[in-house]
C-alpha cells in the first residue's frame, strides 16, 4: 500500500468516530486546561489558534485579552496568513465555511507569532501530524518560527502517521490525557 493509500485510510477511520457534543466540550476543556499551563503559553505573546470544526477540539476557549490573538485567514493564492482579532466576535465565514479574521483584519508576519496551535486528523508520539489532505498548513507551517502544538483527541493519537518530506513536524502534541514533546 502506497503512502497515500495509507493517508487516506486514517483518514477515513478516524472521520468515521463521532464524538458527542458533551465528551467534545469536556475533552476541549481538558485541552485547553493543560495548554494553559505550559511555560510557552504563559510566555507567549502572540499566539494563532484556530476556529474548530465540530470533530476538532474547541481551543477558541484560550482567548486571553492580555496577548495579541490570531486566527488563521484564507488568501487568494490557496494559502493562509495570520490576523488578529479583537474579540471572537470579529470572526466571519471564510473559505470552506470555516470562521477567520475579516478581510480588514491587521496581518501578522509568521515569524512574529509564538505559538500555533494546529488542528488535524491524527497525531502521533514523533509529533507528526495528519491533517485533511490539501496540505495548507504543511505549506504555511514552515513559514511560522514559533512553538507548533498539535491539538487533538485521545481516539487521534495513533501508532504512526506516515509522512512525506512535504509534512511538517510540530514541537508538541496536546490531547485530554497527555503532552507529548519532540
Not at 485547553?32 to 507567549?44: A, G, M
Not at 508520539?125 to 496540505?135: D, F, S, T, V, Y
Request: glycine fraction near 6%; proline fraction near 5%.
Amino acid at each position: 500500500m502506497g503512502i497515500n493509500e495509507e493517508k487516506s485510510k486514517i483518514r477515513a477511520k478516524i472521520s468515521a468516530i463521532r464524538i458527542y457534543p458533551e465528551e467534545r466540550e469536556e475533552a476541549s476543556s481538558a485541552i485547553c486546561d493543560r495548554i494553559k499551563v505550559l511555560e510557552v503559553w504563559k510566555n507567549s505573546r502572540r499566539v494563532l489558534l484556530f476556529a474548530p470544526l465540530l470533530d476538532e477540539p474547541d481551543v477558541v476557549k484560550l482567548f486571553d485579552y492580555s496577548k495579541t490573538v490570531c486566527f488563521p485567514r484564507f488568501k487568494a493564492n490557496r494559502g493562509y496568513e495570520s490576523a488578529v482579532i479583537e474579540s471572537i466576535e470579529d470572526l466571519v465565514s471564510g473559505k470552506f465555511g470555516i470562521q477567520e479574521p475579516p478581510p480588514d483584519a491587521e496581518e501578522v508576519n509568521a515569524s512574529a507569532i509564538d505559538i500555533v496551535l494546529v488542528s488535524g486528523l491524527a497525531f502521533d508520539e514523533a509529533c507528526n501530524r495528519l491533517g485533511r489532505g490539501r496540505g495548507f498548513y504543511d505549506r504555511w507551517l514552515p513559514q511560522i518560527s514559533g512553538i507548533k502544538i498539535g491539538v487533538g483527541f485521545d481516539h487521534q493519537l495513533i501508532k504512526a502517521v506516515p509522512t512525506e518530506s512535504h509534512d511538517h513536524q510540530l514541537d508538541m502534541v496536546v490531547t485530554p490525557s497527555r503532552e507529548i514533546r519532540m
